[in-house]
């Protein structure tokens, strides 16, 4: 099953108590064979290198603060990392020029426990800078030095905390640990001529991805002593706790999600990717209790529609309390069957609850209001007056990132007709929860 998307606000840090730190239990259910139980879990501290430019993405604005979704793509991973609760610090290097825009990220998406250095010319100049003010020599700093480091790039935003878990574990035994994925193409190399002088065995060799953690002082004292060419020409972190420390790195299978954003196809992939995690649950407010009523017949083939997708039913705003736990659960998507009214009270107050659970600071959410057009009920012309009033609505909502649309489903007394509208109306539904496009906001679409 795919991971769900990562909580707007750290979550674990409920289960596993107050400390900061991997707390033995935690540890010890995850890793039981690699780590023996009752040994103290280690202070752990995060680098992150943002100083690039992100020439191959072949685009002005550094690949890290590329959007995705309209928000950063280093927000992503540093979500990803602060949900982890026992790391306890995170530094991000950055360049002088981007500080402030990096700071402007920190406050609006509400990141916590980061701090920011002065990135480097290269990687490990900027991995350098990050481990300096983390090493306690440094006067006036409010880190502290801890046990592990993980150092992770940027630029990729679906690090999971079973991974991080698994090389901080393998550091504290090994002293480094990386996480590695199997060869996509295989290696050759070409001779000066540039014809081809030998190919490596694909099988016998891995990509080195990250994360990867260190013990902190064989990584810094790596970094002390290494030469300007590895700080200038080197890229592997790994290399470094070989050559200066003689340490052998452990090496760890990481998840295929691990790979790098590099070039412009990988934003498209990275978006395709939250995209998918974000719309794995949808809410259905239904105005009516009526089990009989058409909104519950939507819902049926709704499930039949998207049966990869959780279809989950809820009353009204005002009587259905258990909308908060829905949204606490991190669900992104909502579809109000209207069945009694032509009005927006309920989507109203629907809205006024995404807005205090915090839900779309990090994630755009989707609200479908769909009506039945049931001709005898009220005047076509009236109704219609009533729900044209979603275009400035919607306007006024989408500043908030939620992205509402209209739906008409058409109500025929026609059985056969009235099967194919319900199955025209949750293809709608799944086109608008699976896109996102903020380009048919306020819209009112016709099933
Ligand atoms: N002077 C540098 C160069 C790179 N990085 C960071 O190292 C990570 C991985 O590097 P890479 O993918 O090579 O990023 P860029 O150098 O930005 O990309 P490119 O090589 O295409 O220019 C990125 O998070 C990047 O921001 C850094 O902190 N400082
Ligand atoms: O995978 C890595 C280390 O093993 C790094 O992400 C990689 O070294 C980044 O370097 P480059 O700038 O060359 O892409």
Redesign the pocket.
């Known amino acids: 099953m795919e991971p769900r998307p990562a909580a707007p606000r750290p979550r674990l840090c409920d289960s596993l108590g107050a400390d900061q730190t991997p707390s033995a239990s935690t540890l010890n259910a995850a890793r039981a064979e690699a780590r023996p139980a009752g040994r103290r879990a280690p202070a752990v501290a995060a680098v992150?290198?943002?100083?690039?430019?992100?020439?191959?993405?072949g685009v002005p604005t550094?690949?890290?603060f590329c959007p995705v979704l309209e928000r950063p793509l280093?927000s992503y991973t540093l979500q990803a990392l602060e949900r982890v609760c026992w790391i306890k610090d995170i530094v991000v290097?950055?360049?002088g020029e981007n500080m402030e825009a990096m700071k402007c990220i920190i406050q609006k998406y509400q990141h916590q426990r980061i701090s920011l250095v002065e990135?480097?010319?290269?990687?490990h100049?900027?991995?350098f800078n990050g481990l300096k003010a983390l090493a306690e020599d440094q006067p006036d700093s409010k880190l502290s030095k801890p046990e592990v480091v993980i150092i992770h790039?940027?630029?990729?935003p679906f690090v999971e905390e079973d991974v991080l878990l698994k090389v901080v574990t393998a550091a504290k035994e090994y002293g480094a640990a990386g996480a590695i994925r199997p060869l996509v193409s295989t290696v050759i190399s070409p001779s000066a001529d540039g014809c081809l002088d030998h190919s490596l065995e694909r099988a016998r060799h891995r990509a080195s991805e990250m994360p990867q953690a260190f013990l902190f002082d064989v990584i810094y004292e790596a970094y002390q002593q290494c030469s300007d060419y590895d700080l200038e020409f080197g890229?592997e972190c790994l290399q470094l706790a070989l050559k200066y420390g003689h340490i052998k790195a452990k090496l760890v299978e990481g998840s295929p999600d691990l790979w790098?954003?590099?070039y412009k196809r990988d934003l498209y992939a990275a978006e395709s990717i939250i995209k998918e995690r974000i719309s794995q649950h949808i809410c259905l407010v239904m105005d009516t209790k009526d089990e009989n009523h058409v909104g519950h017949r939507l819902e049926e083939v709704l499930k039949d529609a998207l049966n990869h997708v959780k279809v989950t039913s809820r009353l009204p705003c005002h009587t259905g309390r258990d909308l908060d736990q829905i949204m606490s659960e991190q669900c992104y998507s909502y579809v109000c069957v209207n069945v009694m009214t032509s009005d927006f009270e309920e989507i109203r107050k629907l809205v006024d609850m995404l807005e205090e659970s915090n839900l779309s600071i990090l994630y755009p959410v989707v609200v479908i209001s769909v009506y039945f057009l049931d001709y005898k009920s009220v005047p076509f012309d009236q109704k219609m007056e009533n729900l044209m009033q979603i275009r400035e609505y919607a306007k006024e909502v989408k500043k908030r990132n939620i992205l509402l649309c209209g739906l008409l489903i058409y109500y025929p007394q026609d059985e056969q007709k009235l099967q194919e509208s319900l199955r025209q109306g949750a293809t709608i539904i799944a086109t608008l929860i699976k896109e996102r496009n903020s380009g048919l906001v306020g819209q009112l679409l016709v099933a």
Request: glycine letters at 12%; charged letters at 25%.
């Open positions: 992150l290198p943002a100083g690039g430019s992100g020439e191959r993405m550094p690949k890290q280093i290097a950055v360049t990135a480097g010319v290269t990687r100049r900027s991995i790039d940027a630029v990729r890229t790098k954003v590099t």
